[in-house]
């Protein structure tokens, strides 16, 4: 995803340097730059991460299945920040959620806040 974006921001800097007048190419070119710097410095330190080789303690990479105070079920995995969209079942290993499930194992009740979550698979 990050070679994507970069690609795409150096393909919006190269439709930019085509115009003619010098400072609206300044002034177009302002976003293509900074998402070329930023998309490369995530690039550059980015760390691949191994699928992880037990399913027995949530850990980074794993799919968590989990049965909130409420009823509701919700299933998600942990992936890193670029990866993150809770709209897709995927939060950052930052968040608070990944946090506090980190470690623990299934059948294990884990408070959030006001919260409680049950655990009832990893994958």
Request: overall charge negative.
């Amino acid at each position: 995803m990050l070679q994507v974006e970069l690609a795409r921001a150096q393909q919006a800097l190269e439709a930019v340097n085509v115009l003619e007048d010098i400072n609206e190419r300044r002034r177009q070119s302002a976003v293509p730059v900074r998402d070329m710097r930023y998309y490369a410095e995530r690039v550059r330190t980015a760390q691949l991460m191994s699928v992880p080789t037990s399913n027995e303690v949530i850990a980074f990479g794993h799919t968590i299945t989990f049965e909130r105070d409420d009823g509701r079920t919700q299933t998600f995995r942990i992936v890193g920040e670029e990866e993150a969209n809770p709209s897709q079942a995927s939060v950052s290993h930052g968040s608070p959620v990944a946090i506090a499930l980190t470690g623990k194992t299934v059948g294990d009740v884990v408070q959030l806040g006001q919260r409680e979550l049950e655990i009832l698979s990893i994958s």
